[in-house]
């Protein structure tokens, strides 16, 4: 029944992977859990429902009062239940001074947001799509920080903000005017959606909002089941204290559905989501439809669209526009049919939600007993544990290492000084317990995806890189080594720089000859690619980086790791980017590389362990936390066997003294952790074990 269950889940994720998304997209959206209006969470859906977007970027609007009620709450639901990782951030926690502030004194906890999406534009090799909800602070923000970039690589900015009526000052605008303000008057390619329209909706004065509503009912109760506990979970505004988040997405929830099935919701970004996605909306056989292709002749014309238009705006927020402007200066929305546009947005988002890949979760099934324990808690770690990495010592003792901080991305602030560190954890049992987390490095940036292995001369060597945001250019990552020589008690002081420029997330290597090779990467814009440096002296010097892949043609978010094989080359795995697992070969212990080769299935993070038996294990995300077997020297691999239902992942495993296996990885979110199992290979997969051997 397990390897059943596996095999579902394996094939959803294929589908997942197959549309070929090809708009580039960075969302912003005012989500809370509680929240403050539920649309956002049905417009979380929709966005990820249409295979055209390919979303890049959260920004999780107004960071105050994300630190009290996260939005990072339903978006890890949603990464669950689709097994999509999207980066995400909060943003700016205070109203701009005025529309040239640029948002840079506010605390460094809060500039996230903005560095993610201007990161974000940076790299992308084609224009950006820009879908904003909320109070727009983020991308106001942006522009005065850099507007020649926005202007380079912005294709369409959508806004859904504002009121036709020039008396009125919409809730959102009343977030930040100045924010508001600041974005009307740039140069940007605008498609204005008002919330609020002159007189009532659907009135020849009210033909200028995007306002829909509909019952709950007439769409919920045909969505998948994950995907109803997710609207429930909302809608209840359940507190997670009392019931886990991810836990309720596979529970029986069906007496609950009576409180939301017959509730009204108003609605205002559908019709900007579909527009951006480039569906065009038309009746045909008395339904309508969002699909991708043109309409028939037969079918009906959408019920909206968007014209030039010239839109002023004052300091206050106050709207005024004209639709026959000879100088336009956004695209505005317009319903042209009022009659049929709150049906036919109906339609659509029902369309789209049931058309959303949703993975199948079973409870019984997900996270086999016995549970995982939790190993990383405690005062020096943080609220956000994550990319742990394991090895075994000439002593028997088991060292973790793994990254603390405040968030995915921990840059320094008040309350984190010095950004996220490495902590590191020990055990003398086989894994059975654990030694309180201790700070093994803390430099002035945020150090990050730290990993260990021990030298045949006994030292300790922890790589990691560090991540630098800088004011003009992509953000800088160095890999870094440090060491110690008394079993991992103390450690040098000071970081050795061993691959400037380029990120590492592997532990050195060492090769049967003594060299050591430590897997690394690099993203040049459209392209990224592996890398390898290697040491032929202990570690006393290391060559300049390798590449792996440059120039394949295939974007590959390598995090690369190797392991050597009987035949004496080694085998390299790399991360790609919306593609598979990528695997490449080297005959000369990682001087020159073969082509790179599609290993046939999804895998983030990988992770190889050879046992003693002969088995290589590849440890990896995707599906959620999963493993592939070789019994062939890296021939075939057999898999995926669910290591855990969890997205975070980035899985490392060490062989114990009976030859079963310890796992350990993290999970995703604000209370994020270490967690560990133990199991052992079974003919049909693996069997899981309590965690004391």
């Known amino acids: 029944m397990k390897h059943k269950a596996l095999i579902v889940v394996f094939a959803v994720l294929v589908v997942i992977h197959l549309p070929a998304a090809h708009i580039p997209v960075v969302y912003g959206t005012d989500l809370f859990h509680p929240h403050d209006d539920p649309d956002d969470h049905f417009d979380l859906v929709t966005l990820l429902a249409l295979p055209e977007l390919d979303v890049k970027a959260i920004l999780l609007d107004q960071g105050d009062k994300q630190q009290r009620r996260p939005g990072a709450i339903p978006l890890r639901q949603m990464s669950r239940l689709t097994a999509r990782a999207v980066p995400s951030a909060i943003g700016l926690g205070r109203k701009l001074a005025s529309a040239a502030d640029d948002g840079l004194e506010q605390p460094a906890e809060f500039q996230a947001a903005v560095e993610l999406f201007l990161k974000t534009l940076r790299e992308s090799p084609e224009p950006v799509t820009v879908i904003m909800a909320g109070s727009v602070r983020d991308l106001a923000a942006a522009w005065n920080r850099e507007p020649a970039l926005l202007r380079a690589k912005i294709g369409r900015v959508y806004l859904n903000i504002g009121s036709a009526d020039s008396r009125v000052v919409e809730y959102n605008v009343d977030l930040d005017a100045h924010a508001y303000a600041a974005v009307l008057r740039s140069d940007l390619p605008i498609y204005l959606g008002f919330c609020v329209p002159i007189g009532q909706p659907g009135s020849a004065n009210g033909l200028y909002s995007t306002w829909w509503k509909f019952r709950q009912s007439e769409l919920l109760g045909s969505v998948a089941p994950g995907l109803q506990n997710y609207f429930i979970y909302a809608l209840q505004k359940c507190d997670p204290a009392l019931l886990d988040p991810l836990e309720v997405l596979s529970a029986d929830l069906r007496p609950w559905r009576r409180l939301v099935w017959e509730m009204d919701r108003n609605m205002w970004c559908t019709a900007s989501l579909l527009h951006a996605a480039g569906r065009t909306v038309h009746e045909l ?29 004052d300091d206050a927020g106050k709207t005024t526009f004209n639709c026959g402007d000879a100088k336009p200066n956004v695209h505005l929305f317009k319903v042209v049919s009022a009659e049929p546009y709150a049906a036919a947005m109906r339609d659509c988002l029902k369309e789209a939600l049931e058309a959303i890949p949703v993975v199948p979760l079973l409870a019984n099934a997900a996270v086999p007993s016995p549970r995982p324990s939790i190993l990383s808690r405690g005062d020096c770690s943080g609220a956000y544990q994550a990319f742990p990495d394991l090895c075994r010592l000439t002593n028997g003792d088991l060292l973790c290492v793994f990254y603390a901080g405040y968030g995915h991305v921990s840059l320094p602030s008040p309350s984190w000084p010095r950004g996220g560190r490495i902590c590191l954890v020990r055990s003398g049992d086989e894994g059975r317990t654990w030694t309180a987390p201790r700070v093994l490095f803390d430099g002035p940036s945020d150090d990050r995806d730290p990993h260990i292995a021990q030298m045949r001369d006994g030292s300790l060597l922890c790589s990691f890189f560090t991540y630098r945001p800088q004011t003009n250019g992509p953000t800088r990552c160095d890999t870094c080594l440090v060491a110690s020589t008394d079993g991992g008690r103390t450690w040098t002081a000071e970081p050795r720089v061993v691959a400037a420029g380029w990120p590492g997330s592997a532990p050195v290597r060492e090769l049967p000859d003594g060299t050591r090779v430590l897997g690394v990467y690099r993203e040049e814009g459209a392209s990224a690619y592996g890398g390898i440096i290697r040491s032929t002296d202990s570690g006393h010097t290391w060559c300049a980086p390798i590449p792996i892949g440059q120039g394949s043609g295939v974007r590959l978010d390598a995090e690369t790791d190797f392991v050597p094989l009987r035949d004496g080359s080694l085998l390299a795995a790399m991360r790609g980017d919306r593609v598979n697992l990528h695997f490449a070969t080297s005959r000369d212990a990682g001087l020159t590389w073969s082509p790179v080769k599609d290993s046939g299935f999804p895998g983030h993070c990988p992770h190889f362990t050879r046992l003693r038996t002969g088995e290589i294990l590849l440890s990896h995300r995707l599906p959620k936390t999963a493993l592939h077997v070789s019994r062939d020297d890296g021939v075939t691999w057999q898999g995926p066997y669910a290591i ?50």
């Open 285 to 313: 056989d008395g339904r309508w439809t969002a699909a991708p292709q043109s309409p028939t002749p037969q079918a009906s014309a959408s019920p909206f669209e968007f014209i030039p238009a010239r839109v002023q705006v």
């Open 644 to 693: 855990d239902d969890t997205i975070g992942a980035y899985p490392s495993t060490v062989e114990l003294r009976d030859g079963s296996v310890l796992v350990v990885y993290y999970e995703e979110g604000e209370h994020s952790a270490i967690r560990a199992r133990r199991f052992k290979l079974a003919h049909t997969g693996i069997e899981f074990l309590d965690l004391a051997p």
